[in-house]
């Protein structure tokens, strides 16, 4: 690098906030990367089978719009989402059994992503706390950190979120000074742990955020994929004032689409929008009215019984290549919806670094560090079945689990 590069580099470095100082490459992005080897099984991608949609269907319908509504389509659009859209999800919440919600509560967001971003702009200063499960989505990790927000973790186990240790662990860190500002959480189906977080707790995880003042965000973009059990009332269901619902398109319809919605309290709402309407102005008025086309013109319902019956086979086919794979001292969670499987492997097993093993091996997940707010090396990784057919998995699972006995083996050497 020449003198006067290096130099121009230390400029513009020096330029970076603080905040972007803090974001970095997600491991999750590296592992997609190489999932675009077609010589490696990908164990790794939540991917939706789009090719189960009525693609056909779904191009007319795009084509007809454009051709017959371009001006309206083309045209930018109400920063929050057409009434139309706003009026289905309704539709669709209510198809969760959420019925205590109006149109005049729903957002339309660039994917749930964009919520999780509006919710830290609003509510967040840097140095303040969110509380979360351990493990969590990535995504909303990184938002949290281009926040400068502090994620603080609360006890779990196989039925998700622990009352007893949320209560203790308020306590703990309102001690220390920490101010708390919201509980994210994915009560259905966790990314990335596939837990469900039991009927029973959902009643006493709300009052007790309730009664300390503070919010929850409810992330449920799994919650229509079940495929086993009896649905849970969602978290928004029993309290409209306090929890912040986000959904999703891109598991239910097409992520590329980039749509997703929050509901919001009364009091908030006004904010919140504002605050997603000053990045990106407007969700994309095309998008949203594929989408309204679909949900009209389509039996949607029917579509998500055909994905869940699909990805019913492939979660059964997976658990099935564990059951006969998997090396002892190894476990697994047992999904009743959703897209993944979390394997815990013995003490001092550092996944991460077992990832460009699985490389060599022909097949990759993604490492459990990518899912924990602590960052820490993880003795623990994800598995995902959904996009995958069932052969593959089979032999995905096998190629894995001869690396895994011999991280065993060496483990214990």
Not at 375 to 398: M, P, W, Y
Request: proline fraction near 6%.
């Amino acid at each position: 690098m020449s003198t006067d590069q290096r130099s121009i580099q230390e400029v513009q470095e020096a330029l970076f906030s603080q905040r972007a100082a803090g974001i970095k490459q997600s491991a999750v992005r590296d592992v997609f990367e190489l999932s675009l080897d077609p010589s490696l099984v990908s164990l790794a991608g939540g991917n939706p089978y789009l090719q189960l949609l009525p693609l056909q269907k779904v191009g007319e319908l795009a084509r007809r719009i454009i051709v017959e509504q371009g001006p309206v389509a083309l045209q930018y659009g109400s920063g929050l989402g057409t009434p139309e859209l706003r009026a289905q999800i309704i539709e669709v919440m209510a198809a969760e059994g959420i019925t205590n919600v109006g149109i005049e509560d729903v957002v339309v967001t660039n994917g749930s992503q964009s919520a999780q971003d509006m919710a830290c702009k609003v509510f967040c200063d840097p140095g303040d706390t969110v509380l979360c499960e351990d493990p969590t989505y990535v995504g909303a990790l990184n938002t949290f950190e281009a926040y400068q927000v502090l994620a603080r973790p609360v006890g779990t186990d196989e039925n998700g979120l622990i009352p007893d240790a949320l209560r203790a662990r308020i306590r703990e860190l309102r001690a220390a000074g920490e101010r708390i500002k919201f509980l994210y959480t994915i009560p259905n189906f966790n990314n990335p742990s596939g837990i469900t977080l039991a009927a029973e707790r959902r009643g006493e995880i709300v009052e007790i955020c309730r009664e300390a003042g503070i919010l929850i965000l409810e992330d449920n973009p799994y919650g229509m994929l079940r495929y086993e059990g009896d649905p849970a009332p969602t978290l928004r269901s029993l309290d409209p004032q306090n929890v912040i619902y986000m959904g999703s398109f891109s598991k239910i319809f097409a992520p590329g689409l980039r749509i997703g919605w929050a509901a919001v309290p009364t009091n908030l709402f006004r904010r919140f929008y504002l605050a997603g309407e000053a990045v990106a102005l407007c969700p994309p008025t095309l998008n949203q009215m594929i989408i309204s086309a679909y949900l009209e013109e389509h039996d949607w319902k029917g579509q998500i019984t055909k994905y869940n019956n699909l990805y019913r086979s492939r979660r059964d086919a997976m658990l099935a290549a564990l059951a006969q794979h998997l090396p002892a001292g190894i476990t697994h969670t047992h999904p009743e919806g959703g897209f993944f499987i979390w394997l815990t492997l013995p003490e001092g097993i550092d996944t991460y670094a077992l990832l460009q093993q699985g490389v060599k091996a022909g097949v990759i997940f993604i490492p459990g560090a990518a899912f924990s707010p602590s960052g820490e090396a993880s003795n623990k990784l994800r598995l995902a079945f959904c996009s995958v057919d069932e052969e593959t998995i089979g032999e995905g699972v096998r190629r894995l689990c001869l690396l895994l006995e011999q991280a065993i083996a060496s483990n214990g050497s």
